[in-house]
């Protein structure tokens, strides 16, 4: 059976539940990383897994029927702190 069918025969899937949650409540607090004082809305994480799904997308990271996927992410210091933030390298 297909992932995403046997998602959806289990209820809905986590990617519809953000993106109905933030078109309701885009502004409210979604996320809250005490370490660095940042908090993000509903609106502010579905924008961001949006990039992260695109840019993954982007250089042939991509679900294939009937196999799994996963990415690894390593915290690196944002833009605007003297660094250029993640790069995804293909092939990995």
Same mark, same amino acid.
């Given at each position: 059976?297909?992932?995403?069918?046997?998602?959806?025969?289990?209820?809905?899937?986590?990617?519809?539940?953000?993106?109905?949650?933030?078109?309701?409540?885009?502004?409210?607090?979604?996320?809250?990383?005490?370490?660095?004082?940042?908090?993000?809305?509903? $609106?502010?994480? =579905?924008?961001?897994?949006? %990039?992260?799904?695109?840019?993954?997308? +982007?250089? /042939?990271?991509?679900? !294939? &029927? @009937?196999? $799994?996927?996963? =990415?690894?992410?390593?915290? %690196?210091?944002?833009?605007?702190?003297? +660094?250029? /933030?993640?790069?995804? !390298? &293909? @092939?990995?």
């Amino acid at each position: 059976m297909d992932l995403t069918m046997q998602l959806r025969e289990d209820g809905e899937i986590i990617t519809e539940r953000l993106d109905h949650w933030a078109a309701i409540a885009a502004y409210r607090p979604f996320f809250h990383y005490g370490e660095d004082g940042m908090t993000l809305t509903y $609106a502010d994480f =579905a924008c961001h897994t949006d %990039v992260i799904a695109g840019n993954l997308a +982007a250089n /042939g990271v991509a679900a !294939r &029927p @009937g196999r $799994a996927g996963a =990415a690894v992410l390593a915290r %690196v210091p944002r833009p605007g702190n003297g +660094a250029s /933030g993640a790069r995804i !390298r &293909p @092939g990995w």
